[in-house]
C-alpha cells in the first residue's frame, strides 16, 4: 500500500468511530500500526545521570522548541534496539487503559496508553 492508500483508510475506519460506529479487531489494529512507534532501547551503562538531566530539560515534547534534539540524544545515549513496539500495543485491548510493559527485544519498559476503538465482536 502507498502512503496515500493507508491514509485514506486510517480517515474511513476513523470516520465510523467518529460517527460512534464499530470496527473490527483487524481494522483497529491497522490503524495502530499505520504510526511507527520503535523501541529506542536501554540508556548506555554510566549516563542515567546525564540522560535524567538531559531529558529534563528537553521536557515532555521533542525539544525542538528548546532547541534540543530528542531523537539525536537518543541515539547518544541509548543502545539501539528498535523493536517494534506496536507488537505490544496491539496484545492488549483498545479500552484507554495505561501500560507499562518490556519491550520484548531488550526488556527496556515502556509506558503506553491504549488506544480506544469501538470493536465489533
Given at each position: 500500500?502507498?502512503?496515500?492508500?493507508i491514509?485514506?483508510?486510517?480517515?474511513e475506519?476513523?470516520?465510523r468511530?467518529?460517527?460512534?460506529g464499530?470496527?473490527?479487531?483487524?481494522?483497529?489494529?491497522?490503524?495502530?500500526?499505520?504510526?511507527?512507534r520503535?523501541?529506542k532501547?536501554?540508556?548506555?551503562?554510566?549516563?542515567?545521570?546525564?540522560?535524567?538531566?538531559?531529558?529534563?530539560?528537553?521536557?515532555?515534547v521533542?525539544?525542538?522548541?528548546?532547541?534540543?534534539d530528542?531523537?539525536?540524544m537518543?541515539?547518544?545515549?541509548r543502545?539501539?534496539?528498535?523493536?517494534d513496539?506496536?507488537?505490544?500495543?496491539?496484545?492488549?485491548?483498545?479500552?484507554?487503559?495505561?501500560h507499562?510493559?518490556p519491550c520484548?527485544?531488550?526488556?527496556?519498559?515502556?509506558?503506553?496508553?491504549?488506544p480506544?476503538?469501538p470493536?465489533s465482536?
Amino acid at each position: 500500500m502507498t502512503p496515500d492508500e493507508i491514509r485514506a483508510q486510517v480517515d474511513e475506519i476513523m470516520a465510523r468511530v467518529y460517527a460512534n460506529g464499530t470496527v473490527t479487531r483487524e481494522e483497529a489494529e491497522f490503524v495502530v500500526r499505520a504510526v511507527g512507534r520503535w523501541c529506542k532501547g536501554p540508556k548506555k551503562p554510566g549516563v542515567e545521570a546525564e540522560y535524567a538531566k538531559m531529558r529534563e530539560a528537553v521536557g515532555v515534547v521533542g525539544g525542538q522548541e528548546k532547541g534540543y534534539d530528542l531523537a539525536l540524544m537518543d541515539s547518544i545515549l541509548r543502545e539501539p534496539c528498535g523493536a517494534d513496539f506496536n507488537d505490544v500495543i496491539v496484545q492488549f485491548p483498545f479500552d484507554g487503559a495505561d501500560h507499562l510493559e518490556p519491550c520484548p527485544k531488550c526488556d527496556q519498559m515502556i509506558s503506553f496508553r491504549s488506544p480506544i476503538f469501538p470493536v465489533s465482536e
